[in-house]
T-cell receptor, first 115, second 113 residues
């Protein structure tokens, strides 16, 4: 089945540790996105990428880093510099490049808790 | 910058009552997408509206795009408990090859059985 997979679903980390969230898609989509969602809040864009080896900062990129070495994969690292990392993280994809206004497909999300 | 305002933030209804959420922009929207997120779940695409004055229906859901393309609404007739969740509108923003969605804050719907 085609889809977008995030792992793990739940993640616990100690304060001060970096943690990497996985996002893989087999939809052949060019664009991939990372969002953060806090309880009762909307979606805030962290980083996004349109093509391999290229990505842009979103609205709340500070304390996060990404890479896009493969079309299928867009991992997000939550660094120790992120002051409030506990949140629900959603990865999405859309595409292909050249098709505008396509809908976003989301992964199941990773709920990160930092203690 | 671009903003999409969505109201109300919360809505609590009795099962069988109708529900409407509104999405407004100060600028003309290129088009508008609607998503539903169930509690604990992820957003799922519902529909995209493109044309001025467009109306689309999906069973008990009716989606409208304003004539001036500055607002949109989602109306649910005779709500059911399965309608519970948060409904988001989003505008596709394309700048060159940079594509992203500008999201409303969502309307959370609670339905009393």
């Amino acid at each position: 089945d085609g889809g977008i997979t995030q792992s793990p679903k739940y993640l616990f980390r100690k304060e001060g540790q970096n943690v990497t969230l996985s996002c893989e898609q087999n939809l052949n989509h060019d664009a991939m996105y990372w969002y953060r969602q806090d309880p009762g809040q909307g979606l805030r864009l962290i980083y996004y990428s349109q093509i391999v080896n290229d990505f842009q900062k979103g609205d709340i990129a500070e304390g996060y880093s990404v890479s896009r070495e493969k079309k299928e994969s867009f991992p997000l690292t939550v660094t120790s510099a992120q002051k409030n990392p506990t949140a629900f993280y959603l990865c999405a994809s859309s595409g292909p490049l050249g098709q505008v206004n396509t809908e976003a497909f989301f992964g199941q999300g990773t709920r990160l808790t930092v203690v | 910058g671009q903003q999409v305002m969505q109201i109300p933030q919360y809505q609590h209804v009795q099962e069988g009552e109708d529900f409407t959420t509104y999405c407004n922009s100060s600028t003309t929207l290129s088009n508008i997408q609607w998503y539903k997120q169930r509690p604990g779940g992820h957003p799922v695409f519902l529909i995209q509206l493109v044309k001025s004055g467009e109306v689309k229906k999906q069973k008990r859901l009716t989606f409208q795009f304003g004539e001036a393309k500055k607002n949109s609404s989602l109306h649910i007739t005779a709500t059911q408990t399965t309608d519970v969740g948060t409904y988001f509108c989003a505008e596709p923003h394309n700048a060159g090859n940079n594509r992203k969605l500008i999201w409303g804050l969502g309307t959370s719907l609670a339905v009393n059985p």
